[in-house]
């Protein structure tokens, strides 16, 4: 595996690291009492509007690198020349003299310290960190141009990140009035995941145990991190090189040790005078170098990652450097890790400066390039930093913490001297102690003689058959072992003593060392070493069990973080609820104020169809009416005697599912049924309009009937008063005129009689009218029994007699009477409302 834990780049302090560690060494946040007024560089802090943005470069190979930039007097400046391969390859600067410009807060090239460049644009930013306002200072740079080297430094040339440490504990003792507690974090983001730097176990960290970024308020927060109290800036050094030595570096092809991974270092300064709380965090990052492809396949993974974050940070800075943007679009944060970490900083709220290092050689003028470019859009960034004032309900949460933390002090304290009175008890039951272990041994001593006996018995027993030598040397050995434990005892009653143990009050320990001690004659040396080893393993547990404290501190201050936040979570969820039922309730008013105005479409719709049925049932009777007077006027008609329209009748057909089921809404579809009604309606009138036409023609038509019908009875009258006389001609005819016989067949007297008897009114269609029609097979009665006489002309039959003249005449009138009376009856016949089609044919 390449990537490899470095060993500590953290410079040894420098004479100004050493002076402050010298000053604020001793000092202990939570025991310092409230002194004089704030911090001196509190009154000239003030909110930055623009990102500090300074580039530096590295030592070049060779100085003629230089040669491709210009850079002006005041150190502010920084212009391509135009040996610059871009400018070489664009054919000059024509045209393009401000792309090529670039103005910086400051440009420092080598031998330049890092000091120089930290007390211009860094230390102003430490300062605002100590009033209360987030500062976030971050090194750009393509890999191997040099941010490792300024952020954290070398013993030569410190780096930023300790020179703000040595900033913060000056400032810290240039202000005594204030309290202040600093707590320290270390983050890495190595391939999109977030790593704690800080915890010393180096065994694998499961995944739900991982840091994870959450915005809580608004602001972003990394949870669970490890956050170190800490008090002088050795601790804070100790820290980051313990951080350091976990960050992943390997060799890729342009840096022998690459960062990979990005790394913030955090420290949060929380400060009290009095009722004023104060805080702010002071972010110190490391990017990782951007970097081409390369040809590691790990490196070229990890590479993938850290350009795309920068890709995203980029954007970001472009979206917020754009003058043009509208004040609160959307910012793309939450691309990637980096971003959403910086979020809170990027989006306004904190204090930026931009360190942006550079390579002077040719063969990296694009990758500086690309970094003046991102350099001179940070420049543009606006930013409107807030005092971190903390509010009253956090005051008393601070207030609670330092209860909290002062009870377990005093928990620490009271088993450290129980500890110590352990210790004094011991030293003063030191000689009952040794009194009764001596008892014990003397105990142990008779029963080991008496085992020792037994074996001798034993033994001579085995040797009355063997040897009686071996008998004598086991009474040697054990005689032997016996003097030497009570002589042990006698020489060293004070090692004997210290082995027991107070705690575990255990004979059977001590004797078993005095055994191990009594087996080996050369470890009564080692006595004395295993006491001390046994008195330092109980000083190291103590020690971890000051630790397990102290983690207990730590993460009971944690707990009460989050319990505030969730408290918080709980308000604002309560808040949502009351927002929520007011929305509920206002909707439900909504909902039955709808239901009412639908109730009343109903109605209005029901009185409609209503009036709408009553229409259709008026036009029925009509269009029967019609139909009978007129038909050929009729318009072709619906079932319900209106107008036919294939829209129309769509609607009218539909069935009340059908209604239902239709995809429009209620109300749509009672806009549909209103404007049909309201056609109905109109309709219904225009058909009145029509049938009152209608029947003012008829009555018209039957003034006229009754004129002709009169006119028809008068005529029938005159045909009656003339009919007589035509009788008697006829039989004046018949008596006299005995020459015209020859010519008319003979009168049956019957026949005459029957002729002249018919007096009764004629009826439509009777024999008379058969009489007067042109059908010229039918005989008129005249001539019933008689042959036809030839037709004469009216001359012809005046020529041939007067009486003959007379009757032509008189059959003339008739004959006019009888066609005018037919012309009346048929025009009456065809006005007349009652008449039938029968009477029709029969007419016919
Ligand atoms: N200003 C400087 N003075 C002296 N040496 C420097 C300077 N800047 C960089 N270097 C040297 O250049 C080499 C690369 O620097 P460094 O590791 O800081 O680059 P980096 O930008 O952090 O690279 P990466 O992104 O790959 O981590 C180191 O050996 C470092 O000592």
Redesign the pocket.
């Known amino acids: 595996m390449a990537v490899t834990a470095s060993p500590s780049p953290v410079p040894a302090t420098s004479e100004r690291m050493k002076r402050s560690s010298r000053l604020l060494g001793v000092r202990d946040f939570a025991n310092a009492s409230p002194r004089v007024k704030s911090i001196s560089s509190e009154s000239s802090v003030s909110n930055a509007d623009k990102v500090t943005v300074c580039v530096?470069?590295?030592?070049p190979s060779s100085p003629d690198c230089y040669h491709a930039y210009e850079f002006s007097e005041d150190g502010t400046t920084l212009t391509l020349s135009n040996t610059h391969p871009t400018v070489v390859k664009r054919n000059g600067k024509a045209g393009r003299e401000k792309e090529y410009t670039h103005r910086f807060s400051g440009v420092?090239l080598?031998?330049?310290?890092?000091l120089a460049l930290y007390e211009k644009q860094i230390a102003p930013l430490v300062a605002k960190a100590m009033a209360g306002f987030n500062s976030t200072i971050f090194?750009y740079?393509?890999?191997?141009?040099?941010?490792?080297?300024?952020?954290?430094g070398?013993s030569e040339?410190v780096g930023i990140i300790p020179l703000a440490v040595s900033g913060v504990f000056e400032a810290i003792e240039q202000n005594p009035g204030r309290q202040y507690l600093l707590r320290v974090s270390y983050l890495e983001i190595y391939n999109e995941t977030l790593r704690d730097m800080l915890p010393s176990s180096k065994a694998p960290v499961n995944e739900k145990d991982r840091p994870v970024i959450h915005v809580v308020d608004g602001n972003v927060v990394v949870r669970p991190l490890q956050e170190e109290i800490v008090r002088t800036p050795e601790e804070v050094l100790g820290l980051l090189e313990r951080g350091q030595r976990n960050r992943r570096?390997g060799a890729?092809d342009?840096?022998?040790?690459?960062?990979?991974s990005h790394c913030v270092f955090t420290m949060t300064i929380e400060s009290r005078d009095g009722e004023d709380l104060r805080q702010s965090r002071l972010s110190l990052i490391?990017?990782?170098?951007?970097?081409k492809a390369a040809s590691n396949q790990e490196r070229l993974a990890e590479g993938k990652h850290?350009n795309r974050s920068l890709l995203a940070l980029g954007t970001v800075i472009e979206l917020l450097s754009d003058k043009n943007r509208r004040p609160g679009s959307h910012i793309p944060y939450r691309n990637s890790k980096l971003t959403h970490l910086l979020e809170s900083a990027l989006g306004g709220n904190a204090n930026i400066a931009v360190i942006c290092?550079l390579s002077a050689e040719t063969h990296h003028s694009s990758e500086t390039l690309e970094s003046l470019k991102f350099a001179s859009r940070c420049a543009q960034v606006e930013t409107q930093a807030t005092q971190g004032i903390v509010a009253s309900s956090e005051k008393a949460l601070l207030q609670a913490k330092e209860e909290e933390i002062s009870k377990l002090r005093e928990q620490i304290s009271t088993l450290t001297s129980s500890r110590q009175k352990e210790a004094i008890q011991e030293e003063h039951d030191a000689p009952e102690a040794q009194h009764k272990l001596h008892d014990e041994l003397e105990l142990l001593e008779e029963r080991r003689n008496r085992l020792v006996e037994q074996l001798r018995i034993l033994n001579s027993e085995i040797l009355s058959s063997h040897s009686s030598s071996s008998s004598a040397v086991a009474s040697t050995i054990g005689q032997l072992m016996r003097r030497r434990v009570s002589d042990f005892i006698r020489a060293h009653p004070g090692k004997v003593m210290q082995a027991a143990d107070p705690a575990t009050p255990s004979r059977r320990a001590v004797s078993s060392k005095i055994t191990l001690i009594d087996e080996d004659d050369s470890s009564d040396n080692n006595i004395s070493s295993d006491l001390f080893k046994a008195y330092k393993r109980q000083r190291s547990v103590d020690k971890e069990h000051h630790n397990v404290l102290l983690a207990r501190l730590t993460a009971a201050e944690s707990v009460t973080a989050e319990f505030q936040t969730m408290k918080q979570e709980v308000e604002r969820l309560k808040q949502c609820l009351v927002a929520e039922s007011a929305k509920s309730q206002e909707l439900m008013e909504q909902l039955l104020g709808r239901d009412r105005l639908e109730a009343q479409q109903n109605r209005r719709i029901r009185d409609l169809e209503s009036r709408l049925s009553a229409a259709v049932t008026e036009g029925e009777e009509l269009k029967t009416k019609r139909s009978l007077s007129q038909p050929a006027m009729l318009p072709s008609l619906n079932e319900a005697g209106l107008p036919l329209e294939p829209s129309h009748n769509k609607h009218r057909t539909n069935s009340p599912q059908q209604k239902l089921s239709d995809p429009v809404t209620i109300s749509d579809r009672q806009k549909v049924q209103c404007s049909t009604c309201e056609l109905y309606i109109e309709r219904s009138r225009t058909q009145e309009t029509i049938i009152q036409g209608q029947q003012s023609t008829n009555r018209a038509l039957m003034e006229k009937v009754g004129e002709w019908q009169q006119r028809v009875h008068d005529q029938d009258a005159l045909i009656q008063r003339l009919l007589p006389k035509m009788q008697q001609v006829i039989q004046k005819e018949n008596t006299f005129e005995e020459p015209v016989k020859e010519n008319f067949a003979p009168a049956t007297p019957d026949k005459k009689v029957k002729a002249v008897e018919r007096t009764e009114p004629r009826e439509y269609g009777s024999p008379y009218r058969t009489h007067i029609s042109h059908n010229s097979s039918s005989k008129p009665y005249l001539y019933n029994d008689r042959p036809r006489p030839l037709p004469m002309t009216e001359t012809q039959e005046s020529n041939f007699s007067p009486r003959g003249h007379r009757r032509v005449t008189i059959e003339h009138d008739i004959h006019k009477l009888q066609s005018m009376n037919r012309v009346d009856k048929t025009r009456s016949l065809f006005l007349s409302p009652d008449r039938t089609s029968s009477d029709i044919s029969e007419f016919r």
């Open positions: 530096r470069f590295k030592p420092y080598s031998p330049e310290p890092t090194a740079g393509q890999t191997g141009s040099g941010k490792t080297h300024t952020m954290s070398t040339d570096v890729t342009w840096n022998e040790r690459s960062s990979r490391d990017l990782a170098g951007s970097e850290i290092t």
